[in-house]
C-alpha cells in the first residue's frame, strides 16, 4: 500500500489580513514547514504521489521546482472540496487497488514529522478505511482515505471537506492522536500583524541565530488558541508575562495578567478581587470590568497583600476569571528577583487548564555564583551537585531546564524556555533549537493600541 499525499494550500486567508502561506514562521514561509516534514517522512514511509495545490504563484513555482506534482487552483471561491478534487484528479491514473490518499493543511506549521510518521504508521496497520489526527476528542488534521472513498471524496461540493465523509464511515475510521492540540490548529492569525519589527528575540537553528518579530511568535502563541499561558522560574517572570499581554493586545486580544502565587502589584490598571465582597455574583462588577477590559485591554487582577505585592484570586473564581479575557497570563512561580532556582515541593503552582508553559531564566546567573544568583541556594546547590560557592554553567541552565524535577515540573502541555538578558552578539549553543533567547525581555513597541486602530 502506498499513501499519496495531497496539500493544500488554496486559501484567501482572510482573517489572516495577507497571504499566510508565504509569512515566516520560525524564519521559514509557514508552507515550507509541512513539505519538508514530507520530503523526510518519504525516505522511511511508503509515500507515493505528493501533490500540492495552490492558488499562488511563487509556491507554485517553488513547488515544482522541488519535483511535487503542482496543481494551480484558479477558482478557490468554490471551497476546500474544489481543491480536493483537483488533487485527486491530478494522480487518479497512479492510485492502485489498496492506496490510501491523505489530505494535509499547510497552515499548521507546528505539526510535528513524529507525530505524522505516527498517524500515518498507525493507520496502515489498523485495518481501516479512514485515519484522522484528534487531539482527545478534537478532530483535526490531516486525515486520510483508502481509495474506496475516492469517489465519494470527488462528489463533495462548496467548502465542505472530507469529514462529511468520515462522519458518514465512523466505524470505518481509524482516530490518532497528536501530543498537543498546537499541532492541529492552523495559523488564521497573523502573530506578528500589527507588530513592530524587534530583533530583541531569537533562537538558534542549525548553529546560527533566527531572529523574531515579537516573542508570541518565538513561543508559538496564536490569538484564538491558546488562551491558558503560566509562566514559572526565575529572572523575569513578570517582565515577560506583561511583554505578552502587550503584543496580544495590539494584535486586538483583551489580555488579564494574574498569579497563583504572588507578583508586584501593577502600578496601574490593576482591579482588587476581592472575595469576601462577593464579585462573582455581581452583575455591576462584570459589567464594570468588561467595560474596562475592553479600553484598557489589558488587566491585572489580584487580591493585595503586604510589600506591594499581590497574590492569586480564590480558585473557586478561577473558570469565572477565564472567560472575562481572550488571554490569560499567569505568574506561577516565585524567585524574590533572582535569576535561576529549582521548584520546592510546593511550586510551581500553574493554573488549570493552561496551553502553554514558559519557563524563565536569567543569563547573567551564568559566571555569578550558586549563592549569588540562586534563590534558595542551598537547595538549588543539592539539585546541581555543587557547593553555594560554586559556580552557575551554562550546562547547569539546560540541566534545569529539561528536568521534571526542573522547570518542567508539572508541566502537562506545551513546554518553552526563555533565556532572559543574553548580552547583544552572544549566542549561546549547546541545547536544543526550541529554546528562546531575549535581550531584555522588557523591551516591546511602544506603540500604543490607539495609535495601531488609526
Excluded at 19 to 41: A, C, F, R
Amino acid at each position: 500500500m502506498k499513501i499519496h499525499v495531497i496539500l493544500l494550500a488554496a486559501g484567501n486567508s482572510r482573517r489572516f489580513g495577507s497571504n499566510k502561506l508565504l509569512s515566516l514562521v520560525e524564519g521559514k514561509p509557514m508552507y515550507s514547514h509541512l513539505t519538508e516534514k514530507i520530503e523526510k517522512i518519504a525516505e522511511s514511509l511508503p509515500i507515493g504521489e505528493k501533490v500540492l495545490v495552490t492558488q499562488y504563484e511563487e509556491i507554485f513555482e517553488s513547488m515544482k521546482k522541488a519535483r511535487w506534482t503542482v496543481v494551480r487552483n484558479d477558482a478557490p471561491e468554490e471551497g476546500v472540496s474544489w481543491s480536493i478534487r483537483l488533487g485527486i484528479q491530478s494522480i487518479l491514473g497512479k492510485i492502485r487497488k489498496g492506496d490510501a490518499v491523505s489530505f494535509f493543511v499547510c497552515d499548521q506549521p507546528f505539526l510535528k514529522m513524529e507525530t505524522i510518521v505516527s498517524f500515518l504508521s498507525g493507520y496502515a496497520a489498523s485495518g481501516k478505511g479512514i485515519g484522522c489526527l484528534t487531539y482527545k476528542e478534537q478532530w483535526g488534521n490531516p486525515v486520510v482515505f483508502s481509495e474506496v472513498y475516492l469517489k465519494e471524496l470527488l462528489s463533495l461540493s462548496g467548502d465542505v471537506g472530507g469529514k462529511k465523509v468520515m462522519k458518514q464511515h465512523l466505524q470505518d475510521t481509524f482516530f490518532g492522536e497528536a501530543a498537543s492540540r498546537q499541532e492541529l490548529e492552523d495559523m488564521d492569525y497573523a502573530p506578528e500583524s500589527k507588530m513592530c519589527e524587534h530583533t530583541d528575540v531569537w533562537k538558534i537553528k542549525q548553529g546560527d541565530p533566527v531572529f523574531f518579530g515579537s516573542l508570541c511568535n518565538a513561543v508559538g502563541i496564536l490569538p484564538g488558541r491558546d488562551k491558558i499561558i503560566s509562566v514559572v522560574g526565575a529572572g523575569g517572570k513578570t517582565t515577560t508575562c506583561y511583554r505578552l499581554a502587550k503584543e496580544l493586545a495590539l494584535l486586538g486580544q483583551k489580555v488579564i495578567v494574574t498569579t497563583t502565587t504572588h507578583m508586584w502589584k501593577s502600578t496601574e490598571d490593576f482591579v482588587e478581587w476581592n472575595a469576601e465582597s462577593e464579585y462573582g455574583s455581581s452583575t455591576d462588577f462584570f459589567r464594570d470590568f468588561a467595560e474596562r477590559l475592553e479600553r484598557k485591554r489589558i488587566l491585572t487582577v489580584g487580591v493585595s497583600c503586604e510589600n506591594g505585592k499581590i497574590c492569586g484570586i480564590p480558585s473557586e473564581n478561577y473558570e469565572t476569571l477565564c472567560s472575562l479575557a481572550d488571554v490569560l497570563i499567569v505568574e506561577a512561580d516565585g524567585a524574590k528577583g533572582k535569576d535561576i532556582k529549582i521548584p520546592a515541593a510546593h511550586e510551581p503552582v500553574i493554573f488549570p487548564g493552561t496551553d502553554i508553559v514558559i519557563g524563565v531564566f536569567g543569563y547573567p546567573a551564568v559566571g555569578h555564583s550558586i549563592e549569588e544568583a540562586g534563590f534558595r541556594p542551598e537547595m538549588l546547590a543539592a539539585f546541581l551537585g555543587k557547593g553555594t560557592e560554586e559556580k552557575i554553567k551554562w550546562e547547569d541552565l539546560l540541566y534545569i531546564a529539561g528536568s521534571d524535577e526542573g522547570l518542567k515540573k508539572n508541566v502537562k502541555g506545551s513546554y518553552k524556555v526563555l533565556i532572559n538578558r543574553v548580552p547583544a552578539g552572544r549566542f549561546p549553543d549547546g541545547g536544543p533549537e526550541e529554546i528562546i533567547f531575549c535581550e531584555q525581555i522588557g523591551t516591546v513597541s511602544e506603540k500604543t493600541i490607539e495609535q495601531i486602530r488609526n
